[in-house]
């Protein structure tokens, strides 16, 4: 089988062919294509992988290019992890909105949507090419906003397009650790949409768990969202909230902490990455360490505005740890190559999982994944407060689409300006013109 992973230069992809390195399994991957724009971060992520590869006899050969039509041909899975603009565009989507007193996250808010104007136009294009070129293909999109993203592109590519993300993940594995379980034999009640969904339950052979939990303060301040949210606040839900909505539920202290940091996550991991790929350009650079000890580095300083705001302090060393969206991704394609049967959460259809929504919602929940595709399995309904952020997201993020398709200003200054994060209509105007003034990617706007 041939992966093409699109946005092959980006910092994160050798956890993807580490996974791929780890399977031995009949079916797997044969051959990796790696695409991107730009050589030079190509050339880097080429030697980290040629080094993970070195002593390992079936690694999959991988061969790179900067021509998309190239990449996409006789591919049987598609993996999109693009970032329009780069990470100097995610520093100007932050600092523009901080200006402004709102959040400028590159998911969440203000910056999310920025990001996700000037992404869309790019995954669409992305999808249609797919379409033409690749078309009994499989994409696995985890281009962020990885819903908004996926629901774009699922209107041309309808259910062959899947996102992934790995906070449902990580969430699962803490809270079921917190519990002394096992977390790949517990089963995971998580619904929403992406970067803002919520653990309401973990069964552990066929009994929930989760109320044992809440009920206890010290058990439920053990673990990462214990310590972001606070005992009491969980308690109060009745569920554990998908991280992001930090940025919801302490929205003033979060915007405080990034208005008061040295520099914002984005302007870190520029200058991060930027000395990562002038290190590499060094021809004896030892690649692998190189890359290992910076991301070492990016992991521990996740989220670290959030935890210092809700005074939370250090990340455990068990959240640092690998087994997020690559080992999602491997997954899901086993499952639909081999039609391996699994659940997984996963970014898809709603079709009616979520009755406030409509079919084609692109949603966050646990799905059936087979040969044919992935599945969203029914859950329960959502409390009324959870609803109503469900469906004030979904609504920015089909003004988001609507601005996207037509280049509407207008409909992107009304994208703002509803979102929950956003207070002023005036604010969104402003945000408009910050964000058309610095992004190329945006001129289409009028």
């Not at 699922?154 to 992934?164: M, N």
């Not at 969206?325 to 499952?335: N, T």
Request: charged share 25%; with cysteine; hydrophobic share 45%.
């Amino acid at each position: 089988m041939r992966l093409t992973i699109l946005g092959g230069g980006g910092f994160r992809l050798p956890l993807v062919y580490g996974a791929l390195l780890g399977d031995h399994a009949k079916g797997r991957i044969t051959h990796v294509t790696l695409h991107d724009l730009d050589a030079g971060r190509l050339a880097a992520i080429a030697r980290v992988l040629a080094d993970q590869a070195e002593g390992v006899p079936d690694a999959p050969p991988v061969t790179v290019t900067t021509d998309l039509d190239e990449a996409l041909r006789g591919a049987d899975f598609v993996f999109s992890a693009i970032r329009v603009g780069g990470l100097e565009g995610r520093a100007a989507d932050e600092r523009i909105a901080l200006a402004e007193d709102v959040l400028g996250q590159e998911t969440v808010g203000a910056g999310g949507i920025a990001y996700g104007l000037r992404t869309v136009p790019v995954a669409v294009d992305i999808a249609r090419r797919v379409a033409r070129l690749a078309p009994d293909a499989w994409v696995i999109n985890f281009t962020n906003p990885a819903g908004l993203v996926t629901e774009a592109m699922a209107r041309h590519l309808g259910d062959r397009v899947i996102g992934i993300c790995d906070s449902p993940v990580g969430l699962g594995r803490r809270v079921a650790r917190a519990l002394g379980a096992d977390p790949d034999t517990a089963w995971i009640d998580y619904v929403g949409l992406n970067h803002l969904g919520w653990l309401r339950g973990l069964r552990i052979e066929g009994r929930d768990e989760l109320p044992r939990l809440l009920a206890d303060p010290e058990l439920l301040g053990s673990f990462e969202e214990g310590k972001l949210f606070g005992p009491d606040w969980l308690r109060s839900l009745g569920a554990i909230p998908n991280e992001y909505l930090h940025y919801y539920y302490f929205n003033r202290e979060a915007v405080r902490a990034y208005q008061e940091a040295k520099q914002t996550r984005g302007a870190f991991l520029h200058e991060q990455q930027a000395r990562f790929y002038a290190e590499m350009e060094r021809p004896d650079a030892p690649a692998l360490a190189t890359w290992d000890r910076t991301r070492a580095e990016r992991e521990a300083t996740y989220m670290a505005h959030n935890r210092e705001a809700a005074g939370a302090g250090e990340r455990d060393a068990c959240d640092l740890e690998s087994g997020g969206y690559e080992q999602v991704a491997l997954a899901l394609m086993r499952a639909i190559a081999h039609n391996q049967r699994t659940t997984l959460i996963l970014n898809v259809r709603n079709r009616t999982t979520l009755s406030v929504l409509d079919e084609e919602a692109v949603v966050e929940v646990p799905c059936f994944v087979d040969a044919n595709g992935a599945h969203p399995i029914s859950v329960s309904p959502l409390p009324l407060h959870a609803t109503g952020l469900v469906y004030a997201v979904k609504a920015v993020e089909r003004e988001v689409l609507a601005a996207a398709d037509s280049g509407s200003r207008a409909t992107a200054v009304k994208a703002f300006a509803l979102h929950p994060l956003v207070d002023s209509v005036t604010v969104a105007r402003r945000l408009v013109d910050g964000y058309t003034s610095v992004h190329p990617a945006l001129a289409y706007l009028r």
